[in-house]
């Protein structure tokens, strides 16, 4: 019998604007049928990751205003509800923790107690490059440089899910990002209205179409899901996607990370099987005048809340079947440094969005800012190992079990966010 895999693989197709070419699988006329459409896999869960590169600063994101140690390291950074008066005062929370006022559009989810933030989160290997941290963190392997596959890959094949769908997991990036590598499908698509299916005339020499090639197969299965297959592709290519509202006439920013969230709401919406989306934030790494209440950190962090704010509400009717989560590689120096910034640190925080997530909470364990208290006397230190949040999630959301196997090697806890 011929696999789908061996049958792409020898066949010369392409899918253009793709990142990946890997196996195509079977399925999904329902995709097409929209009366039929509420069947399969609206059933689905739905992890959307953001990737926030160049590592967040985590004590300006959600800052612990009271603590005075904080305030005489940061000077010109420091930004608090009461310090700061009027236009720019930091959001309390809790009254230790308050929100950037640039993440004000995140407010709203977490009084609903919908946005938990896990602060001191990062990794247990201290490296301060960003290579080498976003390698362990999307590989979820941080002491081992040589793993080949990345953890939402292996999400996606615990879920066991592969062969239903080629739109499992899903990165609205260029290229596919780390955390998708390995041997499960996985694609990269930049932008929907590019989506595309063509034959690479080049490799095989034929003028025949990727439709009349799988017609060919001996296959009666693979002919017949091969079809179905084709149709959401096509799909992906019609005015569905191009003519998109989004709900309640939702205005995403107009910024890289804005149009990926609006691609993954379609995608979600078009109910062609994603369980796992990945997308980027970049802009993070504030060596040089970082700001207050304004700046380089207040604008990537307006982008992002916006972001997620306006794919929140653009899930309406779906919110229970999505969970956002946020990630960084590290945070940043509780010092400022002297060109008004700050350097390579080590814990952060993050943002995990669900109407089942136990929100409303500022988790884990930040200490006292005093020198003695701080990572080689200069960092927030690592309180929450990155896997157990990741893991805790996986498990709560996706109803993965095996934590050893989503992150070999890693034996502790998993991170408790549901409610109960």
């Given at each position: ?220 299965l693979l002919r017949e ?40 709401a379609q995608l979600i ?152």
């Amino acid at each position: 019998m011929v696999t789908r895999r061996a049958f792409l693989k020898s066949s010369g197709i392409g899918l253009f604007g793709v990142g990946l070419l890997g196996g195509i699988p079977s399925f999904l006329a329902d995709v097409v049928a929209e009366h039929k459409r509420a069947s399969l896999y609206s059933k689905r869960k739905v992890l959307v990751c953001i990737f926030q590169r160049g590592a967040m600063d985590g004590l300006m994101a959600v800052t612990p205003f009271d603590d005075k140690y904080l305030q005489a390291a940061r000077p010109d950074l420091y930004v608090g509800p009461s310090l700061v008066q009027g236009k720019g005062a930091s959001i309390d929370l809790d009254g230790r923790f308050s929100l950037h006022s640039s993440l004000s559009p995140l407010e709203r989810l977490f009084r609903e107690e919908r946005l938990a933030i896990v602060h001191g989160i990062g990794s247990p290997n201290t490296t301060r490059s960003h290579f080498d941290a976003q390698d362990y963190m999307e590989s979820g392997t941080p002491f081992e440089k040589n793993t080949t596959s990345g953890w939402l890959n292996r999400a996606v094949g615990l879920l066991g899910h592969e062969a239903i769908t080629p739109f499992s997991a899903v990165s609205m990036t260029p290229s596919l990002p780390r955390s998708f590598y390995g041997q499960n499908n996985a694609l990269a698509i930049q932008d929907l209205k590019n989506f595309k299916v063509q034959e690479r005339a080049s490799l095989r020499g034929t003028a025949k179409s990727f439709e009349e090639l799988y017609e060919e197969t001996s296959s009666s299965l693979l002919r017949e899901t091969s079809k179905e297959s084709f149709e959401a592709m096509k799909l992906l290519q019609s005015d569905v996607v191009k003519n998109y509202t989004p709900a309640k006439n939702v205005r995403y920013p107009v910024s890289n990370l804005g149009k990926s969230l609006k691609q993954v709401a379609q995608l979600i919406k078009l109910d062609v099987g994603l369980e796992v989306a990945f997308t980027e934030s970049n802009g993070w790494d504030t060596h040089y005048n970082q700001g207050g209440p304004n700046g380089s950190f207040a604008r990537n962090a307006e982008d992002l809340a916006q972001s997620i704010a306006s794919f929140w509400e653009d899930m309406d009717g779906y919110q229970d079947e999505v969970v956002l989560m946020t990630m960084t590689e590290f945070g940043r120096t509780v010092h400022q440094n002297g060109t008004k910034g700050t350097d390579h640190g080590r814990a952060s925080c993050n943002f995990i969005l669900g109407n089942y997530v136990d929100g409303g909470k500022v988790y884990g364990d930040v200490p006292v800012l005093a020198t003695e208290n701080l990572e080689d006397g200069r960092d927030l230190p690592v309180t929450t190992d990155f896997r157990a949040v990741f893991a805790g999630v996986a498990h709560d959301h996706l109803q993965l079990q095996d934590a050893d196997k989503l992150f070999p090697g890693y034996t502790g806890d998993r991170f408790a966010l549901w409610k109960k």
